[in-house]
């Protein structure tokens, strides 16, 4: 009788052992689920934020271009003669000496 009582008790404690391994793995599976679903979220969002930027980007590009087409075509039509250089300030070549009020 005790036999069977302790063979009873040792197969409801290995049963408890079992459900408890399956407890923790299921967890575990779970918590790991979660991680991998955090890190797909934070991918997708450095994706979608790349994304936006190589778009405004490439906007800011083409607006440049623009920018330089039209400056392109308004230049050559506007040749108006400038003013050659004649160098240097005669007051920086220290040929005029500055008359001090003493």
């Known amino acids: ?7 009873e008790g040792l197969n409801i404690q290995k049963q408890r052992l079992r459900d408890l391994r399956n407890y923790a793995k299921e967890k575990r599976d779970e918590q790991r689920r979660r991680h991998q679903d955090e ?3 934070m991918e ?4 979608d934020q790349f994304s936006l930027l190589a778009e405004a980007i490439s906007q800011e590009h083409q607006e440049l271009k623009a920018r330089e087409k039209s400056q392109a075509q308004v230049l050559p039509t506007e040749q108006s003669p400038r ?4 160098g240097t300030f005669p007051a920086l070549r220290g040929d005029r000496k500055l008359s001090s009020a003493t």
């Open 1 to 7: 009788i005790f036999k069977k009582l302790f063979e």
């Open 39 to 41: 890190l797909d979220s």
């Open 44 to 47: 997708n969002y450095y994706k």
């Open 83 to 86: 003013p050659e250089k004649t």
